[in-house]
């Protein structure tokens, strides 16, 4: 039943194996080292699954073992994780009296054979066992009253109308016991006047007439009239029905203004345009780190020292107490109240939960078991060892070097092709321009592919970027070559058509960079994404930028599974052309709520190549992990 099972140190040295066929498993077992181990993206499952195979494995945090078993997808094997720790158990002791010099051999064949023959017969037993119904006591109903299930008509009617008809009906109830309680007892009548003659309950005629004489007399008198009058002017007039006034704006302008703020016509022949030329050569050679505050390399430093310190200390005098004392074994129960304080400060630094719980899930699979010494601190070890998965994380598993790519591409022949996707709003025509400037700054002939044909003014934003990059850097100083091209055939037109055209035009007139903007998109419209797919299929770019804004936290989740898993379904083909990089903008807006830039890399594994930090050209930065992180656990 079982393919392979394998038994490593966590420096990669195989101390046992065990194959029942003749498959070779290396780049099964490789592909889960270099994608859930290493970068830490178990998120506390221990399931694996590489082309045909499902792949779980169990970490011994004590001895840096590793244990993987192998076997095929197809099969629903319910005793492989008992398998997996009673193989612990066994070999763990086996190991240890190895290491203590009281074996001279790792015989383990007998051990797992035993092991591995319990393991499947309590698989055939639990897979024998008829399902048993629960119980009355384990169901939803034995939780509900008997009066809760008592079906009242009359009550039906208030449930309609909502809770505010039942506190009516309640505050009516009261109102009227309140009644009751508060009025008087009932006096008996006093008998009839023997003048009238009349049942009781009846006036007189004397009692009648008197009664209309004061009325009269109420009515007509002057005060009466002077106190109507007053109450008449007391009363305010009604006000007329006026439109609503328009909204005054500071420093809004007049229509005198509009002739001194028009720029897209050229005055007398000379162009209107205007630009800061102190942005030019300040971004040649490559893109500068995001800056990290002096307070924060204070932090480090003092946290550098104190490591120091410590370590002095404990080659010395703290060396003795620990062979003393002993050391202590973490488990997940000491480790909770860490990881619960944990998961809470990346939720509150703009981290999705899911990948926040994922995280701190992993760091507990990664600690559990592993021992500390005695005057280490349970929170210390949980941050420290988070902070080592997040940097692991944000640091790239491969370069992404543009100039480098460009320059090969330009030798080639042929130019190099950049697209930029993302949904609506979220700066990916600023950042387009942003990139372009760089590429300007380091010599490189850039076209720009206006293949958003749904955005009004889309077309004509790019045109004005183009104008003001030409403005930077004219083609005076670049021996009469136009350093920035806009490519366009107008709006309602096929993108993919658009991308292919200006990527041949750029191929003839022998640019070096082609930059393809797209229409934004969510990632729930089906239509536009079968368009981005068939753009990416047709023109099969060099390198696929998702650009996604540093203020969003669970929706970075759900854009980039849903854009990758678009491209992925759409396209029709076996090998499909994923996001490859990450562009983060609005990063100077959210101070040190950066989880975003956490999510995104999680998700997909690709790095962030460029950060976006403000409005102009120069604002483009790229990825510094560590200050990333420090703000993260700060």
């Known amino acids: 039943m079982l393919d392979f099972f394998s038994i490593f140190g966590k420096g990669g040295i195989v101390l046992w194996c065990f194959q029942s066929t003749g498959h070779i498993f290396t780049p099964s077992v490789n592909a889960l ?3 859930v181990i290493l970068q830490e993206r178990g998120g506390g499952s221990n399931s694996f699954d590489h082309e045909s195979l499902t792949l779980k494995y169990k970490l011994d945090n004590e001895f840096d073992l590793v244990f993987v078993v192998a076997f095929q997808k197809i099969l629903q094997l319910s005793y492989v994780d008992k398998l997996l720790d009673d193989v612990q158990l066994e070999f763990r002791d086996l190991y240890r009296q190895q290491l203590q010099g009281l074996r001279p051999g790792l015989e383990f064949r007998r051990p797992f054979e035993r092991v591995l023959a319990a393991a499947e017969e309590w698989g055939r037993r639990q897979d024998n066992q008829p399902r048993q119904m629960r119980s009355f006591e384990q169901s939803h109903k034995s939780k509900k009253t008997v009066s809760s299930m008592i079906e009242r008509p009359h009550e ?37 006047s023997p003048r009238n003659g009349s049942g009781a309950g009846e006036l007189d005629e004397e009692t009648m007439a008197l009664n209309r004489m004061r009325l009269a007399q109420r009515l007509g008198s002057p005060n009466a009239s002077k106190k109507k009058a007053a109450a008449d002017k007391q009363k305010s007039p009604k006000a007329k029905k006026t439109g609503k006034a328009p ?4 420093l809004g302008g007049t229509n005198k203004d509009v002739a001194s703020l028009e720029r897209t016509k050229d005055k007398d022949g000379v162009r209107q345009d205007t630009y800061d030329s102190k942005l030019v050569g300040q971004m040649v050679g490559g893109i500068k780190d995001l800056e990290v505050d002096s307070s924060d390399d ?6 550098e020292r104190q490591v120091r310190l410590a370590r002095t200390k404990e080659s010395g005098l703290l060396s003795m107490f620990k062979g003393l ?8 129960e ?34 559990d078991g592993k021992v500390i010494g005695t005057f280490e601190g349970v929170a210390s070890v949980v941050k420290t060892t988070l902070t080592e998965s997040l940097m692991q994380i944000l640091s790239p598993r491969r370069r992404v070097d543009i100039l480098r790519d460009a320059l090969e591409s330009q030798r080639k022949g042929r130019p190099f092709v950049m697209t930029f996707c993302g949904v609506n709003g979220v700066g990916k ?13 380091n010599d490189l002939r850039v076209l720009v592919a206006a293949c958003d044909t749904f955005r009004a003014g889309a077309v004509e934003q790019l045109r004005t970027h183009v104008r003001h990059l030409n403005n930077l850097h004219p083609a005076e100083r670049h021996n009469g070559r136009e350093m920035v091209q806009l490519y366009e055939k107008g709006y309602g037109k096929d993108a993919a058509g658009i991308a292919m055209e200006a990527i041949n035009f750029a191929r003839e007139a022998r640019l070096d960079v082609v930059l393809v903007d797209t229409a934004g998109r969510m990632q729930d419209n089906e239509p536009l994404m ?38 992925a379904d759409y396209s029709a083909a076996e090998h499909p052309h994923l996001i490859d990089g990450i562009v983060l903008t609005k990063f100077d807006t959210i101070d040190d709520k950066v989880g975003a830039a956490i999510s995104m890399t999680y998700i997909t594994g690709q790095p962030i190549v460029f950060v976006g930090t403000g409005q102009t050209y120069t604002d483009l930065k790229s990825l510094n992990a560590k200050a990333v992180v420090h703000a993260l656990m700060k």
């Open 33 to 35: 080292i270099r994608t």
């Open 156 to 192: 039906q009617k208030n449930q309609k109308t909502g809770k505010a008809g039942k506190r009516n009906k309640e505050q009516e109830q009261v109102e009227k016991e309140a009644a009751v309680k508060e009025s008087p007892p009932p006096t008996p009548a006093a008998p009839a």
């Open 247 to 250: 909204t005054q704006w500071d």
């Open 298 to 303: 204070d932090d480090e430093q003092d946290e």
């Open 325 to 332: 004392v002993g050391n202590k074994s973490l488990s997940r």
């Open 334 to 367: 000491t480790m909770q109240p860490a990881l619960d304080k944990m998961c809470d400060l990346l939720i509150a630094k703009n981290v999705a939960a899911d990948i926040a719980k994922k995280l701190c899930e992993s760091v507990a699979t990664k600690l």
């Open 429 to 441: 025509s600023t950042n387009l321009a942003k990139i372009c400037f760089w590429l300007i700054e």
């Open 530 to 567: 079968r368009a981005l797919a068939k753009l990416i299929k047709v023109n099969d770019p060099d390198l696929v930028l998702f650009v996604g804004e540093a203020l969003v936290g669970n929706e970075a989740v759900d854009q980039l599974v849903k854009f990758n898993q678009a491209m």
